[in-house]
Nanobody
């Protein structure tokens, strides 16, 4: 499978915002639309964890640690998902990845998010 293109990470101060993008342009559209898409993150020394999910019709779920601060969305026509991250905390520092909820698609290199205190 072709890897996704993840972007939008960077260095930001606590309280700041970032918007992450993940594009899977080479994925078959029907496959993309059949998936509950998700953002994951992995901090140094920790396991990869699920951050948020979004269905084809836009229903969302969030990890408790990001509820009220992060917003996941998707554009089915562009085969892309997004993560708007507000009120960032140092503990949000991690590499962020996109995949489907079942982790069946290929992983990309991720995008680094670093939040300074």
């Amino acid at each position: 499978q072709v890897q996704p293109v993840e972007s939008g990470g960077g260095l930001v101060q606590a309280g700041g915002s970032l918007r992450l993008s993940c594009k899977r342009s080479r994925l078959i559209t029907s496959v993309f639309n059949s998936k509950i898409m998700a953002w994951y993150r992995q901090a140094p020394g920790k396991q990869r964890e699920l951050v948020a999910t979004v269905t084809r019709l836009g229903s969302t779920n969030y990890a408790d640690s990001v509820k009220g601060r992060f917003t996941i969305s998707r554009d089915n026509a562009r085969k892309a998902i997004y993560l708007q991250m507000n009120s960032l905390l140092p503990e949000d520092t991690a590499v962020y990845y996109c995949n489907d909820e079942a982790r069946e698609l290929s992983w990309g290199p991720g995008t680094q998010v670093t939040v300074s205190s």
